[in-house]
C-alpha cells in the first residue's frame, strides 16, 4: 500500500510552469522524509523548549567544571560570570529569521527553567528558614 505525502504534487506542468513546478524537489526517490524533517512547527517548538531547558542546565556546569578543571578555585570564581557569553547563541537564533521560532522557544525554556528552578530554590530556602525558630 502506498500512501503519497500531501505535500509531493504528481500533476503535470501547466504552460505557466515551463519547467515543472516553482520549487524544485530534491528529495531521494522513495518514502517522503517524515513530517518532522519539513520543519513541522510543534516539532520545532518543542525542540527549542527542551534545548533551553537543556542549555540553562548542561552550559553553566559544564563551565564550571573546565574553568575548575584548569584554574584554583578563586579564579575560576572569578571567571564563571564569562558563561553569559553564551546568551549570544539564543540571541543569534531569535534574530535570524530562519531559525526565529526554535530561537524564541529556546527562550522560553531557558526563562521557564530559571524560574522553576528558582522557585523552587526560594520555597525550600523558606521551609528551611522557617522551621528553625
Known amino acids: 500500500m502506498s500512501t503519497q ?11 505557466d510552469e515551463p519547467h515543472g513546478h516553482e520549487e524544485e ?5 522513495g518514502d517522503p522524509p517524515s513530517w518532522w524533517h519539513r520543519d513541522h512547527p510543534t516539532f520545532t517548538s518543542l525542540m527549542g523548549f527542551f534545548t533551553g531547558l537543556a542549555f540553562v542546565i548542561v552550559v553553566p556546569g559544564t563551565f564550571a567544571a573546565i574553568l575548575s578543571a584548569f584554574f ?6 572569578e571567571l564563571f560570570p564569562l558563561v553569559l557569553v553564551t546568551l549570544v547563541v539564543p540571541i543569534g537564533l531569535v534574530v535570524s529569521p ?9 527562550l522560553v525554556g531557558m526563562v521557564t527553567t530559571l524560574l522553576v528552578v528558582g522557585g523552587v530554590a526560594a520555597l525550600v530556602l523558606w521551609v528551611l528558614i522557617s522551621r528553625e525558630g
Open 98 to 106: 530562519r531559525t526565529r521560532l526554535f530561537g524564541r522557544y529556546m
Open 72 to 77: 584554583d578555585t578563586g579564579t575560576a570564581e
Open 25 to 29: 524537489r530534491h528529495e531521494p526517490q
Open 5 to 15: 505525502h500531501p505535500l509531493d504534487d504528481p500533476r503535470e506542468p501547466t504552460p
